[in-house]
T-cell receptor
Framework: EDQVTQSPEALRLQEGESSSLNCSYT??????LFWYRQDPGKGPEFLFT???AGEEKEKERLKATLTKKESFLHITAPKPEDSATYLC???????????FGPGTRLSVLP | DAEITQSPRHKITETGRQVTLACHQT?????MFWYRQDLGHGLRLIHY???????NKGEVSDGYSVSRSNTEDLPLTLESAASSQTSVYFC??????????????FGPGTRLTVL
């Protein structure tokens, strides 16, 4: 069974304090790994797709990396506006559907 | 710009009533999905469609139905609303991906309360 776990469940950072969020997955053949940001009361917003181990994607203060078993979302010098829940999802080779992780709730304090 | 919209954004209904939540996308995507999101459970797939006239059950489909008569719309119907169906509902769409994975794009959500 395909599974996605995320850690930590919640993370509090001071503004400027860099850190990483983890997404661990088991899937029978990875078609893609996806990161989303979700603000309270809104739908998930697409951030990145990663397709193969060793791949990296960057957007502003965020960088996503991928290995064969996990992905990391690195946040460099975060700002309060980076506060959100970050979701990870995987898509297997055999289908079009996603399996989502439970998310990491990030709070960045000024 | 292409988008995905949901209506209503908020709905309060009574137990036993039939409720339909609308989802409309202008991406021209073949794939459409309905999820519910609850504290402690994350996003769970209710129903999905890979094209017109195609519908499939997800992991939490009991009490829900969908129909796909065109590319743009996938309405979700709660046949007889129950308090356990109080939740936030998200619609999403994606391109059909024959090779590399395609991102799903989400609507703003509908908050449904069943009293």
């Amino acid at each position: 069974e395909d599974q996605v776990t995320q850690s930590p469940e919640a993370l509090r950072l001071q503004e400027g304090e860099s850190s990483s969020l983890n997404c661990s997955y088991t899937v029978s053949g990875l078609r893609g790994l996806f990161w989303y940001r979700q603000d309270p009361g809104k739908g998930p917003e697409f951030l990145f797709t990663l397709y193969s181990a060793g791949e990296e994607k960057e957007k502003e203060r965020l960088k996503a990396t991928l290995t064969k078993k996990e992905s990391f979302l690195h946040i460099t010098a975060p700002k309060p506006e980076d506060s959100a829940t970050y979701l990870c999802a995987v898509q297997a080779n055999y289908g079009q559907n996603f399996v989502f992780g439970p998310g990491t709730r990030l709070s960045v304090l000024p | 710009d292409a988008e995905i919209t949901q209506s209503p954004r908020h709905k309060i209904t009574e137990t036993g009533r039939q409720v339909t939540l609308a989802c409309h996308q202008t991406w021209n995507h073949n794939n459409m999905f309905w999820y519910r999101q609850d504290l402690g459970h994350g996003l769970r797939l209710i129903h999905y469609s890979y094209g017109v006239q195609d519908t499939n059950k997800g992991e939490v489909s009991d009490g829900y139905s969908v129909s796909r008569s065109n590319t743009e719309d996938l309405p979700l119907t709660l046949e007889s609303a129950a308090s356990s169906q109080t939740s936030v509902y998200f619609c999403a769409s994606s391109e059909a991906s024959g090779g590399a994975g395609s991102a799903q794009y989400f609507g703003p959500g509908t908050r449904l309360t069943v009293l």
